[in-house]
């Protein structure tokens, strides 16, 4: 029995031993979104095989302290998880990144709905159907610009912009948790999105 419990211990002795040898790194850096435009609050950063691991802060900053060698994995819900690989041999004690996470989208199968059982009762009820006033078209047939606004006005957002305005609420949701949401007339990262946006002339006036 007493050789049993040596035979045990000796691995685990020597995989202390080896975390011992290897330096203790810090690291840190912020992360950001795929634009590089927003920070990500709320962004998991941990070392699997240890168990230990932090999240980013309101304005996508994270710290954590590991060893030379180790795996660090970022991962957020709707972001493509990433890997990062902390060097076996490190002159210097810590490490400073700027992550940036990719949106994570996923491509299903077209899948076409219709709203009649067959095609025969559709083209009935097409042509049973009573509309109260005419659609107005141009002089080259297509429907007028007054016509399509007011469709698009009364029509359904799509997959994608339910997706991103879940995302955002999300995004707004973790803000909260660290304090109140920041003054946009001074942050350095709006008056960045300002500036580009006039260097691409998207405050011009269109015809």
Known sequence: ????????????????????????????????????TDAVP???VYVPK???GTSSGRYGYFSLPVLE??????SFIGMQRQTYKVPAVMNDDKISLILT???DEIALAEIEVMPFPSEEEFKRQLLAMNYDAPMAMDGRGSLSPETLLRYAAGMDASGNENWRGFQQGQMMQIQD????????LVDPFAWSRFIQSIKRGDLKKRD
């Open 101 to 103: 996470m990719q949106t």
């Open 42 to 44: 709320g962004v998991n």
């Open 50 to 52: 240890k168990g230990r």
């Open 1 to 36: 029995m007493i050789l049993l419990g040596i035979c045990f211990l000796l691995p685990q002795e020597k995989a202390n031993a080896q975390d011992t040898e290897r330096k203790v790194i810090q690291l840190s850096g912020i992360i950001l979104n795929a634009d590089s």
């Open 177 to 184: 948790r660290y304090g109140p949401r920041p003054f946009t």
């Open 69 to 74: 060698g180790d795996s660090v994995v970022f």
